[in-house]
């Protein structure tokens, strides 16, 4: 079902400070910015391999959920996306086995993805989200 | 610098309920067990593709540094491991930047890896781990 480990998200206080020190640490390359309304998020995908990414998520306000996340458990880890191939036929064998969708239709990801999130207390305490890609044009 | 995100760390209560858990959800398969008495963990790495994993891990004692945690934090991501090619030119590098390693020499991880961790303030919040992987006979 799991093709990869997408990404992960890392909540912060200031996208752009972090964009430098990922980039320097890790010698990472910017692919995407992107600010995400919906989602309440300015953020940016920086390549680890392949198809494999570090996002960096800035909340636009502090009643957003990623703000929300900041206030209570400061900066860090965020959420662990999977690549699938097909995110609605993912949600729907998953939600078979009990676990509960945050989102009930497939919403707007980065990069043209179509995503959905999973009930963090259902997967272990990882907030955890399916990815699937944008097609190639 | 950064070949893969080689795993994502799951700390939990009960290895066993979690394997279970995730072997049906995702439909992976368990690919190593190890007790790790060093790191004072019990452990099972889950094939998510190619050389990607989810690292379920459960503590030894209540005063390790996973049982601490999940004291904290409670269940949920403890950290993310990427590969590298070479454990020690990697630490070499990432130290030259400024950032606090949690290991002076590389120590042994899962699967006859060679891994070290660095200091998650150092990395946005992240414990990161840095993991040469055995090489293959």
Same mark, same amino acid.
């Given at each position: 079902m799991l093709l990869r480990i997408d990404h992960v998200g890392i909540a912060c206080h200031d996208l752009e400070e972090k964009i430098r020190l990922f980039q320097e640490l890790f010698e990472l390359e910017v692919v995407a910015r992107e600010v995400n309304e919906e989602q309440g998020v300015k953020e940016a995908m920086l390549r680890v391999a392949g198809d494999s990414y570090i996002q960096l998520l800035e909340p636009l306000s502090p009643d957003s959920p990623v703000g929300r996340f900041l206030a $209570? $458990? @400061?900066? @860090? =880890?965020?959420h =662990?996306?999977?690549g699938v191939g097909d995110v609605s036929d993912a949600m729907g064998r998953i939600a078979e086995k009990g676990v509960r969708l945050l989102d009930e239709q497939p919403r707007h990801g980065s990069m043209g993805s179509s995503i959905a999130f999973l009930h963090p207390k259902d997967v272990g305490g990882m907030l955890t989200e399916l990815v699937q890609a944008a097609k190639r044009k």
């Amino acid at each position: 079902m799991l093709l990869r480990i997408d990404h992960v998200g890392i909540a912060c206080h200031d996208l752009e400070e972090k964009i430098r020190l990922f980039q320097e640490l890790f010698e990472l390359e910017v692919v995407a910015r992107e600010v995400n309304e919906e989602q309440g998020v300015k953020e940016a995908m920086l390549r680890v391999a392949g198809d494999s990414y570090i996002q960096l998520l800035e909340p636009l306000s502090p009643d957003s959920p990623v703000g929300r996340f900041l206030a $209570r $458990r @400061g900066e @860090g =880890v965020h959420h =662990v996306a999977f690549g699938v191939g097909d995110v609605s036929d993912a949600m729907g064998r998953i939600a078979e086995k009990g676990v509960r969708l945050l989102d009930e239709q497939p919403r707007h990801g980065s990069m043209g993805s179509s995503i959905a999130f999973l009930h963090p207390k259902d997967v272990g305490g990882m907030l955890t989200e399916l990815v699937q890609a944008a097609k190639r044009k």
